[in-house]
């Protein structure tokens, strides 16, 4: 992955240290507000954390999934099922097991639908999300329809200290924020490494990557199982935050959801995913408060995005960021 412009890497360190300085000015600019505002920005950075999984697949690797929820409802449920009724799970031992099931289970999905491509991709990947929203729908294992709760947040601890009480809705805060900023340069990491460069290029023209004498499909499921170990970590994040999991985190309109936030943001740049995870869920926040027909303003504002900026805020900035910086040495 190329880097970002100088200009650039400053505008999202300044919003990111505006983020993370939420807690200290937040009670200030919103005192009455401030509490939700803090589980609001929570909620939006666990969906960025979705959104950069997705991103994985959709703007590097070329898959357009509309299946990917199904991976972040797994990991809300893995939680639910491994977590002892009334007492805390040890999140040392549930968010590993929970990542590697939901790993393995999208490496058995990814298997099966990378051997498709184009619309056929897409349908497979939206057959087995729906399969995994009907499983637990229909299903006594965990609540069927009603879902199930999460009575007590999973602690972690040391030698027997608490190192993070995820009860507190403040430190919770920061633990979602440290996963954000990991999975962001982890991922910028793993496509900046061969296995990255490869997988980017199958995005662009996969013929030649097999002439090249590569196997497509290796890359492909491992990305596929990247991205749905990162959805699942996802769900873990949002079912710890809410204390309840439902079928409808594994719906296909979840997974369109987040799909948009990938277009809006732009599409193979890691940090627009979550710019447009930012900006659809402030703008439905926004719009929601000033009137009950939202819905239309909101399709106005993303056909409006979509075809003015055809690749996203995340190209507009680069397009911006890159012309400033020409000069820069």
């Not at 357009?64 to 991976?71: D, E, T, Y």
């Not at 027997?160 to 403040?170: A, F, P, R």
Request: aromatic share 12%; glycine share 12%; proline share 4%.
């Amino acid at each position: 992955m190329n880097r970002l412009p100088r200009r650039l890497s400053l505008l999202l360190l300044v919003l990111l240290a505006a983020l993370a300085l939420f807690p200290a000015w937040g009670p200030l600019a919103f005192s009455a507000k401030y509490a939700f505002l803090l589980q609001k920005l929570t909620g939006i950075m666990i969906l960025a954390i979705l959104a950069m999984s997705l991103d994985l697949l959709v703007g590097v690797a070329g898959l357009v999934s509309l299946g990917h929820a199904a991976f972040f409802g797994l990991g809300g449920y893995m939680l639910a099922l491994l977590s002892p009724q009334y007492e805390a799970a040890n999140a040392w031992v549930v968010l590993p097991a929970a990542m590697g099931a939901v790993a393995a289970v999208s490496a058995v999905v990814g298997f099966l639908a990378i051997r498709t491509a184009g619309i056929y991709f897409i349908m497979v990947t939206l057959a087995f999300g729906q399969m995994g929203y009907y499983f637990f729908n229909d299903s006594k294992l965990a609540g069927g329809s009603d879902g199930a709760y999460i009575y007590v947040k999973p602690n972690v601890e040391a030698f027997g200290i608490t190192l993070v009480n995820l009860e507190s809705k403040q430190a919770f805060f920061f633990v979602v924020l440290g996963c954000l900023v990991a999975v962001y340069l982890w991922l910028r990491v793993v496509l900046a490494s061969p296995f990255g460069r490869v997988l980017a290029a199958i995005g662009v023209n996969e013929g030649r990557v097999r002439g090249l004498g590569f196997n497509p499909m290796v890359y492909k499921l491992v990305a596929f199982a990247l991205a749905g170990a990162l959805a699942g970590l996802a769900g873990f994040l949002a079912a710890t935050q809410y204390g309840f999991v439902s079928p409808a985190m594994l719906g296909w309109h979840q997974s369109g959801h987040v799909l948009v936030m990938v277009i809006l943001g732009g599409m193979g740049t890691l940090f627009g995913p979550v710019l447009g995870a930012f900006i659809l869920e402030l703008a439905h926040f926004g719009l929601e408060a000033v009137t009950e027909h939202w819905l239309l303003p909101m399709g106005v504002l993303v056909i409006t995005i979509v075809l003015a900026l055809p690749k996203g805020v995340a190209g507009l900035l680069l397009q911006w960021c890159g012309k400033k910086g020409e000069g820069e040495p």
